[in-house]
């Protein structure tokens, strides 16, 4: 697994998006591909997610600390005691793009986004769906391994969404805070959460995801892959991986599945991390996109797999 130094990202390719997020007031931005193989204490990026809201059915459990041995929201252990992503708490947690550039292996991640205006938005009727049904479909009849970055206020509006993910040994379940807010000032007009919120926040995502058994991990991505000193700092409890992506498809708010395509695979590379999302509302084109970007990996030898196999911990 490459981990990576502090670096500013390329902004050029993020302007189109930012305008569209301001729209909504809840987006998923997308930053450029971060230079590869490199442990940094600042970035910023993006994210996204997608389908019409569900009746909660009996939530599972959520808490915001531990107090035993193990870090606050803590995966059950893989088979072999091993948790992917896992690293020693009280360390800063390192910053990956991609894996190794041997073989042919890449990963294709599904951000799924939740915050309080996106369900205001889903409540009021002005959105259908935040779940991506459509994706989850293709991944299933294909067999296509994935990796979902899941907030918890999303596996709240749609538990049954996730018990469906959970299920399928092909999907691995992965943490993007509870309610998407910002962890660094300016992250595309995000909502800012306090520091000392931090740790909590993401503990809780945890124990919530946990809950749904299947597939866990201790893979973090940030809101729009803001993240500085203060934040990676913050996570240190927790003993996570911080994954951003070197592939960001482009695909929030793309009004043609061409362009999202070009991104997905114009960089793909043996290891990358494909950024997408399964926010349908908030990355309209992605279910037609896919098809096309699983066609092209196939024509350049490339073959998705769970995000630890990527990372070299599979």
Known sequence: MHVKIPRVPLVATLVAVVAAAALLAAPTPVRAPAVAGIVRATATGQTGTGQAPQTPTTPPPTSTASTGQEPPGTAPAAPGGTVPGATPPGTRPPVVDHGPRTGNKVALTFDADMTDA??????????????????????????????????????????????RLAGNPRFELANHTYGHLAFTPDCYGLPRIAEREMTADVARTFDVVAAYGGRQTRYFRFPGLCHDRKSLTALAPLGVTVVDGDVVSGDPFAKSWRPVVRASLDGVRPGSVIVLHVTEANAPMTDEALPHILAGLAERGLEPAPLSEVLGVG
């Open 118 to 163: 996106m369900r205001y938005q889903l409540r009021s009727g002005a959105v259908r769906s935040y779940a991506n049904l459509k994706i989850i479909d293709l991944l299933e009849r294909e067999r296509v391994p994935a990796t979902f970055f899941l907030t918890g206020k999303w596996v709240e509006q749609y538990p049954d969404v996730t018990r």
